[in-house]
């Protein structure tokens, strides 16, 4: 059984750049809806009682699992997702470590920002952007549907913004840029991420 996180934050507290609204439909109804068909399909299976990351990494691997891996990635993913963003965002959470990569390889962080932007919009349909830790470099990628990089050999996710228009669609309709570029100014959690890197071993 896979329980379903609560919210780091409250529903209210990324307003005015994600509403009370929006906030409540993801977690509530799209996130929790992706926990509740996983626990169905892991029913009476040798998936249950395994781990989220466990789930992920066995199905992804067999088509007979695509559901499975469906829905236990996307479980991840939003997790990740909701984790990545903040109310309190600040650069000034910007580890030392994760601050020399970023310059080694985007040169600045309002540099890794607008790659953020331009990435989430190359998405084509629904996925995610994500900022993986890769052989001692950073990168930022576009992931399609459900996706992830946790079943890439050596890669690390750091952080993951999800484009799937249920994330914006009603605050700011078809307009995913305006979306990615507020949240990448105002929301993203750099403590979360630095602390993602150091996770890895990369020293300050
Ligand atoms: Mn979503």
Redesign the pocket.
Known sequence: MIEAKSLKYNLSDLEPFISAQTLSF?HQK??QGYVNKLNELIAHTDFEGLSLEEIILRSASDTLYTAVFNQAA?VY??EF?FDSLSPASSTKDISSSLNKLIEKDFSSVESLKEKLVEVGLSVFGSGYVWLVYEEDHLKVLPFSNALTPLVKGGMTPLLAI?V?E??YYLDKQNLRAAYLKEVVDHLLDWSFVSSNLKQMGVSE
């Open positions: 993801h799209h996130y996307q993913n939003h997702y999800d799937w249920h994330a």
